[in-house]
């Protein structure tokens, strides 16, 4: 590694530095910028099938997925899943989502919950706003 950093001249080690400093400042940046969601989208296979609001709590949603049924819970204006079919249970690991681009996808069983913005039809990205 020493001799690696040592091949590189003071430019190359700038510019590093810049890339690193420029990936920090956009990750914070869209980080900051997102702002809390008030509906869910739930889709199964890519069709819509339902849409919540995250203001009221649900205990529990069951979601017919491809390969069996997918159990998701609204509360405190976050979602997450409790119950999933798929073998290695990743889409349970995703946690609490409530920012509005942010998503829960269980890939065996195709269903995708995606956190949207305050109404239909306004869902920014980063670019837009």
Same mark, same amino acid.
């Given at each position: 590694?020493?001799? /690696?950093?040592?091949?590189?001249?003071?430019a190359?080690?700038?510019? &590093?530095?810049?890339?690193?400093?420029a990936?920090?400042? *956009?990750?914070?940046?869209?980080?900051? =910028?997102?702002?809390?969601?008030?509906?869910?989208?739930?889709?199964? *296979?890519?069709?819509? &099938? #339902?849409?919540?609001?995250?203001?009221?709590?649900?205990? *529990?949603i069951?979601?017919?997925?491809?390969s069996?049924?997918?159990?998701?819970? &609204?509360?405190?204006?976050? /979602? !997450? =899943?409790?119950? #999933?079919?798929?073998?290695?249970? &990743?889409?349970? %690991? =995703?946690?609490? /989502?409530?920012?509005?681009?942010?998503? /829960?996808?269980?890939?065996?069983?195709?269903?995708?919950? *995606?956190? #949207?913005?305050?109404? #239909?039809?306004?869902?920014?990205? %980063?670019?837009? !706003?």
């Amino acid at each position: 590694m020493k001799k /690696i950093f040592a091949l590189l001249t003071w430019a190359d080690k700038l510019l &590093i530095l810049g890339l690193i400093m420029a990936t920090g400042f *956009s990750y914070t940046w869209v980080r900051v =910028m997102q702002t809390e969601g008030n509906y869910v989208i739930i889709r199964v *296979s890519n069709k819509e &099938i #339902a849409r919540y609001p995250l203001a009221r709590d649900y205990e *529990s949603i069951k979601i017919a997925g491809v390969s069996g049924t997918a159990r998701l819970e &609204i509360k405190d204006g976050r /979602i !997450r =899943m409790i119950e #999933a079919p798929c073998p290695n249970k &990743i889409c349970l %690991g =995703m946690g609490w /989502i409530n920012k509005s681009g942010e998503l /829960i996808a269980c890939v065996p069983n195709q269903v995708v919950v *995606s956190v #949207a913005g305050a109404t #239909a039809g306004e869902e920014l990205d %980063g670019i837009s !706003r």
